[in-house]
């Protein structure tokens, strides 16, 4: 086995977006380019020499050839010991608890989250740190410097590994683990969580569906709700993942998990429902015919968690993305404790968890997670939810609808406008940015603007500053409109808006979401200019 030192051209489009680089599959089988951007992501960390790894994935197409040339090109860089989940299987979540179990340096992640996967679809890698966390930002803007001034990558001729058993064996001076995906997983959330009263909620005769969308939490749901808890077999459905997904995007929103939102809205609907995307950071509930906003979630699971051993002693605090609506904050208030306004993603949410300064996290994009580890986590959040029905005797609808009664309904929607030509994307939020100072004041279908600004984020742990986190405008009335582009595609843009509409407790929280934000909707789309910008009136996915 010997190592050789391949020249190449550096690569140009190579910039990290908000979770790791996400590109066309076919982008990342070009000749090489993963290898690339891995060996950029060894020069942005100082090397690989003596350092140990995670590498796991979602198990999308080229999820096993990537975490072959990795393992080659980590051997080349002196690595001593990489963790692999067994035939290269690591949900997000547990691939973040094994760089924490273990006291690795960091983890390569290959997914691209809920984006659909195949050679014609996406594929994407992320790099974690020694903490467990998505790379912050000051590291992935060195990666990026690295991949546009890369000489040549490392790679080790050494046979491909055999990522089916597990065992330990060596290559040369390196050490590889192939473990069980899921056992360490399992006993953490048995750590976390009351099993014994979700045994006994499934003794009861209390039903779910888990639909796991052909993505990576199928094991996992298997082993623990149906294996570990009890819960009926069939209660996980679509639980094999697939190279492609079944043909699908394993993105649980009402629009994707279409079949499941149709199940719980029937009257054969089972007493909770639940969903998590391709690389299972993220959840969607749903209870018998009521639909939970991912940010109404959060602020129903901050209130409650004391229900669950992990928090009894109660919260440090709350932090939610920008974009997602106030209804956590609410919960902080009440409670007594901190709560923070974050950029869109997880890595903004590090520092704060490493801190102790927050306990409990969450995005509007259907993430939630804890200090537990650090990333979102979809079946940690499913798994709350369950201790908190076992102790609550309630159902679903009836907690969200005690919930509102005591703080307030946040009506909440997101409206995505898929594949705009980048150029009129940013054509808009360009015109909008420079039209922000004129707003207050301003009228627009019938709400006057209050206050507009663009979101930037100082980081109260690390003093890092970051800037056009997204433009931000608020109404009379208490309404606020927020707009950004994603982050996470690979096809022109996207375009989010975000809208928000506070009723208090004493209000009317019995409407159809749409319905309440919809003169907010009309502003927003007047002051934006954005069919006059984009030629759309209908968003093409409404969560
Ligand atoms: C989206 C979501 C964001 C989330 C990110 C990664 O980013 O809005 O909240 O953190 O995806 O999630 P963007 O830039 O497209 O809005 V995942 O589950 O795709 O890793
Ligand atoms: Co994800």
């Known amino acids: 086995m010997t190592a050789q030192s391949v020249k190449i051209t550096p690569f140009h489009d190579q910039k990290p977006g908000t979770s790791g680089l996400r590109k066309k599959t076919r982008d990342f089988m070009r000749p090489q380019y993963l290898e690339a951007f891995i060996q950029s992501i060894f020069n942005a960390i100082g090397g690989g020499h003596g350092k140990a790894f995670v590498i796991g994935g979602d198990g999308r197409f080229f999820n096993a050839e990537a975490i072959q040339t990795i393992v080659k090109i980590a051997t080349a860089n002196g690595a001593t010991r990489l963790i692999i989940g067994q035939n290269g299987i690591l949900s997000t979540p547990a691939a973040s608890h094994l760089i924490r179990k273990y006291g690795t340096d960091g983890g390569f992640i290959l997914s691209a989250s809920h984006n659909p996967g195949g050679i014609d679809e996406d594929f994407g890698v992320k790099f974690n740190a020694a903490n467990g966390g998505p790379a912050p930002e000051a590291l992935t803007a060195k990666m990026f410097n690295e991949t546009k001034a890369l000489g040549s990558y490392e790679i080790s001729d050494q046979p491909d590994i055999d990522l089916t058993r597990i065992g330990t064996t060596k290559i040369g001076a390196m050490q590889v683990e192939i473990v069980d995906p899921v056992s360490d997983y399992l006993a953490l959330m048995e750590e976390l969580f009351d099993f014994n009263a979700i045994s006994a909620l499934f003794a009861g005769g209390f039903r779910m569906c888990f639909d796991a969308m052909h993505a990576v939490t199928g094991p996992y749901a298997h082993a623990i709700l149906e294996d570990r808890l009890g819960a009926p077999k069939g209660t996980v459905v679509n639980g094999i993942p697939k190279e492609d997904f079944g043909k699908g995007h394993p993105d649980p929103n009402p629009i994707w998990a279409k079949t499941l939102m149709d199940l719980m809205m029937s009257d054969n609907a089972p007493d909770l429902g639940a969903a998590s995307d391709g690389d299972g950071d993220r959840n969607m509930i749903v209870g018998r015919g009521a639909y939970v906003t991912p940010s109404d979630s959060l602020a129903v699971l901050a209130a409650n968690a004391h229900l669950a051993p992990a928090y009894t002693k109660g919260l440090a605090g709350i932090a939610r993305s920008m974009p997602t609506s106030a209804a956590s904050d609410r919960v902080a208030a009440r409670l007594g404790i901190e709560h923070f306004e974050t950029p869109t993603g997880w890595k903004f949410f590090g520092n704060l968890l490493d801190a102790g300064r927050v306990t409990i996290c969450g995005e509007e994009s259907a993430g939630t997670g804890s200090d537990h580890v650090r990333e979102k986590d979809g079946l940690w959040a499913v798994l709350l939810w369950l201790n908190i029905l076992a102790k609550r005797n309630l159902s679903v609808a009836q907690i969200l609808t005690d919930h509102w009664a005591t703080y ?74 927020v707009f950004r582009l994603s982050g996470t595609g690979t096809e022109g843009a996207t375009l989010r808006i975000y809208l928000e509409h506070y009723e208090p407790a004493e209000g009317d929280h019995s409407q159809d979401p749409q319905t309440a934000l919809a003169p907010l909707r009309d502003a927003a789309y007047t002051l934006s200019r954005l069919t006059e910008h984009t030629g759309r009136s209908e968003p093409d996915v409404r969560t």
């Open 408 to 481: 307030g309904r946040d009506y909440y929607s997101r409206h995505d406008f898929e594949a705009i030509e980048t150029s009129k994307a940013d054509a808009l939020v360009a015109e909008l940015s420079d039209k922000l100072p004129t707003l207050p004041g301003q009228c627009f279908a019938g709400l006057t603007v209050t206050k507009a600004d663009e979101f930037s984020y100082h980081d109260p742990v690390d003093g890092s500053v970051s800037t056009h986190q997204g433009l931000r405008v608020y109404f009379d009335g208490g309404g606020r409109a």
